[in-house]
């Protein structure tokens, strides 16, 4: 198979663009539908201090990696879960990448290790407060990254979020109704308040197995197992269905996400909408400072849920 | 395109071993989960993920460290990885 661009031998065919690259192409087509996703969400320029959320995974990584390479300044932070063996070797993963690649870019790595500054892993830490694994994570992580960002003093955090995430969540979204979420599904949310900083997902246009294949063209060397929290997940479900219908009809995913975010822009600025019900809703945690609906935000709740089991446990 | 791809090639997942002549075979990783076979060569991509009923969507074929594309032909040499880019996060 050819590349339909020039002669070299095809790397990849992408059925939904009904089209085979070779190995530049393919990253010039990549680098473009970046390029495209941070125009037309003018989610930052050269200017701005980017801090992306790398796990070790393909999409965090190669996101950190494409940014550096189009000129934006990118640092990143890791949050060590203390999930046994998976967060031994992601972090090795992200520490040799930083070392590798990232340095030569002047950018910094932040590590927050959970089981340091929490005294507990992630795992022990929901058993604490009764909660299931990934929310508690997923509070952790928000919280963490939207602390550091904030601290240090960056413009903008990003995630590796892809098209294959967005469309399995707007479809689990959809399925069960959750409008508020569809509100907040942009791949733009701007800061609100002063606590809360902008975020984006530079990624939202590309698929998994897009950004798998960017990856190992360029030799970025992530982690492919997955954590093992992620067994079972809804989110797999969605995803497995969604691969289903694009093969049967490739761009499903792609129409299915993008048509929303098209019908979502033509409804009026949602994401002024949003951040002005934010800053309505919104005031300082009366603890940390950070911003909350509640009296008291829900991280400072869990940690504080923690703290009074591991003292009566 | 090499003869062997004519109408009833049929891929086995063991390789059938006539007395004491044992074929070779294209070694094959499959990660997520992680799992290791062998599949007589030659074969297209694209039939050895048909035969494997792996979504050509969920998967990317790397054979030594570069990409190959639905129409390439595997051979018994290859060494081959077949690799799950789905993340359930
Ligand atoms: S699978 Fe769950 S525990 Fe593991 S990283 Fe994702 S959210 Fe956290
Ligand atoms: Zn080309
Ligand atoms: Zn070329
Ligand atoms: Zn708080």
């Known amino acids: 198979m050819r590349c339909r661009k020039c002669t070299h031998p095809a790397v990849i065919k992408m059925p939904r663009h009904n089209i085979s690259l070779c190995k530049d192409c393919f990253t ?9 996703a941070v125009k037309s969400h003018r989610m930052f320029t050269t200017d701005d201090r980017i801090l ?40 090795q993963k992200v520490q040799r990448f930083t070392d590798t690649v990232a340095a030569a870019y002047q950018a910094n790595l932040h590590v927050h290790t959970v089981e340091q500054e929490q005294g507990a892993g992630i795992r022990e830490l929901a058993t604490l407060v009764h909660r299931p694994t990934c929310a508690t994570c997923g509070t952790m992580k928000r919280y963490q990254f939207n602390r550091v960002a904030v601290e240090q003093d960056y413009d903008v955090m990003a995630t590796g979020h892809n098209l294959d995430d967005e469309a399995a969540r707007l479809l689990g979204n959809v399925l069960h109704w959750q409008t508020d979420y569809l509100d907040k599904q942009t791949p733009m949310l701007p800061a609100s308040l002063d606590g809360f900083a902008k975020k984006v997902k530079p990624l939202y246009r590309l698929t998994e197995r897009e950004i798998a294949a960017y990856a190992v063209i360029h030799q970025i060397d992530y982690i492919v197992d997955e954590c093992p929290m992620a067994k079972g997940s809804k989110m797999l479900a969605y995803k497995h269905a969604l691969n289903r ?35 309505q809703r919104l005031h300082p945690c009366a603890t940390c ?23 009566h446990g | 395109m090499t ?19 044992i074929r070779p075979a294209m070694k094959v990783l499959v990660t997520n989960p992680h799992q290791e076979i062998e599949v ?10 048909k035969r494997l009923d792996l979504t050509p969507e969920a998967y990317l074929v790397i054979r030594g460290d ?7 032909v595997l051979e018994d ?3 081959i990885e077949i690799r799950s880019v789905i993340s359930g996060g």
């Open chain 2, 40 to 49: 007589p060569g030659p074969t297209r991509v694209q039939q050895l993920l």
């Open chain 1, 245 to 279: 219908l694009e093969a049967e009809s490739p761009g499903t995913k792609h129409t299915f996400y993008l048509t929303f975010l098209d019908r979502q822009a033509k409804q009026q600025e949602a994401t002024e909408k949003i951040a002005e019900q934010d800053r």
């Open chain 1, 52 to 91: 992306v959320a790398v796990s070790g995974g393909k999409d965090s990584l190669t996101l950190w990696a494409i940014l550096m390479k189009l000129g934006y300044r990118a640092d990143a932070l890791y949050v060590d879960l203390g999930i046994g063996d998976y967060s031994i070797l992601s972090r």
């Open chain 2, 66 to 72: 570069e990409l190959v594309t639905d129409d390439t």
């Open chain 2, 3 to 21: 003869a062997a791809s004519n109408g009833s090639s049929t891929v086995h997942c063991k390789p059938a071993s006539h007395g004491l002549m």
């Open chain 1, 28 to 36: 010039e087509f990549v680098h473009t539908q970046v390029r495209r």
């Open chain 1, 289 to 311: 400072g950070q911003p909350t609906s509640t009296e008291i935000c829900s991280y400072c709740q869990m940690m504080a849920k923690a703290v009074g089991a591991a003292q």
């Open chain 2, 77 to 79: 040499s290859d060494s």
